[in-house]
């Protein structure tokens, strides 16, 4: 029975770490987060980097029973550094696009400026990550207003394959 439990151990490190080297050389990051936008309603994303693209894209919204709304971010990392222990940062720029349906009927199109903690469990094939974005949204369902400023706060992981 030991043995068997050591060999299951020794079986499932491998794997971690064989997946783990691959992981830091492709790139290939899936995942989903949890995302609002001035903590008015919480809607899911589908979170993904691509190789060779420096940069992270989400796409997602909300659905609820007077409408949908859809989502769409690019971010570029800029400042992407290690804190402490598992625990990495990042700060970004990037871009927001919304659609919406019913009383969500809107569209907006913005700026954004994500600041990110990454926690990294599992090496570096699991990345579960909290963001706050500044967001400035200066084309929204009212028109144009170079005033218009929004909070978007996510949580969420990453698998990098």
């Known amino acids: 029975m030991k043995r068997g439990v050591l060999v299951a151990v020794v079986v499932i490190g491998?794997?971690?770490?064989s997946t783990e080297a691959f992981a830091r050389q492709s790139g290939f990051a899936i995942g989903a987060e949890?995302?609002?936008e001035n903590f008015n309603g919480w809607g899911g994303r589908f979170v993904f980097h691509i190789p060779g693209v420096p940069l992270f894209f989400g796409v997602g919204g909300i659905v609820e029973?007077?409408?949908?709304?859809?989502d769409f971010t690019m971010?570029?990392?800029f400042l992407h550094n290690h804190l402490s222990g598992i625990v990495d940062y990042y700060v970004g720029v990037g871009g927001y696009l919304a659609l919406g349906t019913g009383t969500l009927s809107s569209f907006a199109l913005g700026a954004r400026l994500p600041i990110g903690l990454q926690i990294?469990?599992?090496?570096?094939?699991?990345?579960?990550f909290l963001e706050v974005a500044p967001a400035w949204i200066p084309i929204?369902?009212?028109?144009?207003n170079p005033l218009t400023f929004a909070v978007q706060?996510?949580?969420g992981f990453r698998i990098w394959l």
Do not use: C, K, Q
Not at 14 to 17: G, H, I, N, S, W
Not at 140 to 144: F, I, K, L, M, V
């Open 14 to 17: 491998l794997v971690f770490a």
């Open 34 to 36: 949890a995302a609002s």
């Open 65 to 70: 029973s007077n409408g949908t709304a859809l």
């Open 75 to 77: 971010d570029y990392w």
């Open 120 to 128: 990294w469990p599992v090496g570096s094939v699991l990345e579960i």
């Open 140 to 144: 929204n369902g009212s028109g144009a």
């Open 153 to 155: 706060p996510a949580i």
